[in-house]
C-alpha cells in the first residue's frame, strides 16, 4: 500500500476503468446553495471537444465545464498553482506548489480571472491537513502530490463537483488523447493572453519516448503527453480521460521543459499508482502517512 493513498471519505472512484483507442483525455486549467449535478466526473455543463490539430496553445472552454479545476491562490488572490476538488472536503495537487494552509486559499468556479463578479467558493485549507507524499523528491520530482483538506466543505453546484479517481490497475492504451487545461488562462511568452480558462488537446507519449527525452527521471509513478512543458502557474491542474460520459482524474501537471522545446513532453503524476488496491475509505493520517 502507498504511504499516500488516494480515495478521501465522501471521494469517488470507478471499478477498474480500462481505456479503449479514441477514448479521451483532458488536461483542463457558485454560490453555496444545492444545484442540480450529474455525480462525480460528468459535468453539469458538458464541455465542447476540438480535436483540431492547430489548435497548439489552447482554446476556450466553456463556463462550467470542468467544475472540478481548482485555482489555489495566495492572500493577494495571486493564482500560482491548480488542483482538483476529489470530494467535498478534499482538493489534489502536485506537491511541488508548497501549498501552506493559512497563506494559501482554494478558489472554486473561477472561469475569468477579468470578471469580479464570479458566483465562486473560497475556502480555507486545514492548518493539519495539507499531506505532502511522504516520499515527494524535490530533485527527481518523483511522487509529486499532496492532499489538502478544506477547512469547510464544499458546496455543489452546477459549476463546481468533484472528478473521479481512477483505479489501482487504470490501463491507459496506445492511441489515447489527453486535454490539458491552462489553469493560469496563460499562453506563452509573446502570445495574446485571454482572460477565460483554457483546454488543449494532448497526445499520450509511451514511457519510451518520454524517456528518450527525459531519462530514468520518468518513472513508473508518471505518465508523459503533449509535447511542451506547463506554463507557470499551472502545476497541479489536471489532465482528465473520459470514458463514456464520465471523466477521471489521471494526472496532475507536475514538469516539463521551460524553454518551449516543443519536443519534449510534459510530464504528469500518475494518480492510478496511488491509489489502494482495496479502494477503503480515508480516515486520517498519523506520522505523516495517509492510513487507510
Not at 494518480?271 to 493520517?285: C, D, H, L, N
Request: hydrophobic fraction near 35%; charge should be positive; proline fraction near 8%.
Amino acid at each position: 500500500m502507498s504511504p499516500l493513498d488516494l480515495d478521501p471519505s465522501g471521494g469517488h472512484s470507478l471499478g477498474a476503468p480500462r481505456r479503449r483507442r479514441g477514448e479521451v483525455c483532458w488536461d483542463v486549467g457558485g454560490r453555496s446553495s444545492p444545484a442540480q449535478w450529474s455525480g462525480c466526473s460528468v459535468p453539469a455543463i458538458r464541455p465542447v471537444l476540438s480535436f483540431s490539430q492547430r489548435i497548439v496553445n489552447g482554446e476556450n472552454a466553456v463556463l462550467g465545464s470542468w467544475p472540478w479545476q481548482v485555482s489555489l491562490q495566495d492572500s493577494n488572490g495571486f493564482h500560482f498553482c491548480g488542483g482538483s476538488l476529489i470530494s467535498q472536503s478534499w482538493v489534489v495537487t502536485a506537491a511541488h506548489c508548497n501549498v501552506v494552509p493559512g497563506c494559501h486559499f482554494v478558489i472554486l468556479g473561477k472561469y475569468d480571472l477579468s470578471s469580479s463578479t464570479e458566483p465562486l467558493q473560497v475556502l480555507s485549507i486545514s492548518r493539519v491537513s495539507a499531506i505532502t507524499h511522504p516520499f515527494w523528491n524535490p530533485t527527481t520530482m518523483n511522487n509529486d502530490l499532496m492532499l489538502l483538506k478544506l477547512a469547510s466543505p464544499a458546496q455543489y453546484t452546477t459549476r463546481i463537483s468533484p472528478v473521479c479517481l481512477p483505479s489501482s490497475n487504470e490501463v491507459l492504451l496506445d492511441g489515447l488523447t489527453l486535454i490539458w487545461d491552462l489553469t493560469t488562462h496563460s499562453r506563452p511568452t509573446g502570445s495574446v493572453t485571454p482572460a477565460s480558462l483554457q483546454q488543449v488537446v494532448l497526445p499520450l507519449v509511451t514511457v519510451s519516448r518520454c524517456q528518450q527525452y527525459w531519462g530514468s527521471r520518468v518513472t513508473n509513478s508518471m505518465i508523459c503527453a503533449g509535447a511542451s512543458g506547463p506554463p507557470r502557474g499551472d502545476s497541479g491542474g489536471p489532465l482528465v480521460c473520459q470514458k463514456g460520459d464520465t471523466w477521471v482524474l489521471t494526472g496532475i501537471v507536475s514538469w516539463g521543459t521551460n524553454d518551449c522545446n516543443v519536443r519534449a513532453p510534459a510530464t504528469y503524476t500518475r494518480v492510478s499508482k496511488f491509489r489502494a488496491p482495496s479502494r477503503q475509505r480515508f480516515s486520517g493520517a498519523q506520522n505523516g502517512r495517509v492510513m487507510l
